[in-house]
């Protein structure tokens, strides 16, 4: 079964420093997408980043890159710089197909603070 | 460029009222929709998906159903609510990139509180 895990329920950083968020996943798929999804207290899902398994080269969008390392199934989010606006919870994703559809398997989250 | 709208943003229901949430996506047709429910401080789990109209696929079994009466339009369901039915509901849809990605984008989202 895929599974995704988190192990940093809480994580917190002072303004401009860079922070990294972990994150495991289990497959036995070949072929797959990870994602960073942020929620911050709106609650509202907001995509930070996608990285293809086929891809060697890690995926970067301004501040936030990643570090993924498909033989060990890990996938860190770095945030760089940070922000007060990145204060949110950061939940990494893995998508799998479903029957002409595809679903994304969660992992528990991490909460992270940004103080100024 | 695409949007995706839900509706009502808060509810509150009493136990054993019923549910109507709704879900509806702009600027995109034939899109995969799907239901995913998040319980207070943890990640999202997927309750249903439709790939076209009158399809859908359950989950995991429960309280709740789901219908798409329209092509961009999904909606989620309850004859009788229960306390466990609280919870935060997540509408989605799939994009489709060049080379066969995708990505989901997420609706804001419904909070529902059952007492």
């Known amino acids: 079964a895929q599974t995704v895990t988190q192990s940093q329920p809480e994580m917190s950083v002072q303004e401009a420093e860079t922070v990294t968020l972990s994150c495991t996943y289990d497959?036995?798929?070949?072929?797959?997408?990870l994602f960073w999804y942020k929620q911050p207290p709106s609650r509202q899902m907001i995509l930070v980043i996608r990285?293809?398994?086929?891809?060697?080269q890690n995926a970067t969008e301004n501040r936030f890159s990643v570090n993924f390392q498909k033989a060990a199934k890990s996938f860190s989010l770095k945030i760089s710089d940070s922000q007060l606006g990145d204060t949110a919870m950061y939940f990494c994703?893995?998508?799998?197909?479903?029957?002409?559809?595809?679903?994304?398997?969660f992992g528990q989250g991490t909460r992270l603070t940004i103080n100024p | 460029s695409q949007t995706i709208h839900q509706w009502p943003a808060t509810l509150v229901q009493p136990v054993g009222s019923p549910l109507s949430l709704e879900c509806t996506v702009e600027?995109?047709?034939?899109?995969?929709l799907y239901w995913y429910r998040q319980a207070a401080g943890r990640g999202l789990q997927l309750l249903f998906y439709?790939?076209?109209?009158?399809?859908i696929s359950s989950e995991v079994p429960q309280n709740l159903s789901a219908s798409r009466p329209q092509d961009r339009q999904f909606i989620l369901s309850s004859k009788k609510l229960l306390l466990s039915d609280s919870g935060f509901y997540l509408c989605?849809?799939?994009?489709?990139?060049?080379?066969?990605?995708?990505?989901?984008?997420f609706g804001p989202g419904t909070r529902l509180l059952v007492l």
């Open positions: 989605a849809w799939n994009q489709r990139w060049p080379g066969n990605q995708e990505t989901q984008y």
């Open positions: 497959t036995s798929e070949s072929n797959y997408y």
């Open positions: 990285q293809e398994a086929y891809k060697q």
């Open positions: 994703a893995f998508m799998k197909p479903i029957e002409g559809a595809q679903k994304l398997v």
């Open positions: 600027g995109t047709s034939n899109p995969n």
């Open positions: 439709s790939v076209g109209i009158g399809q």
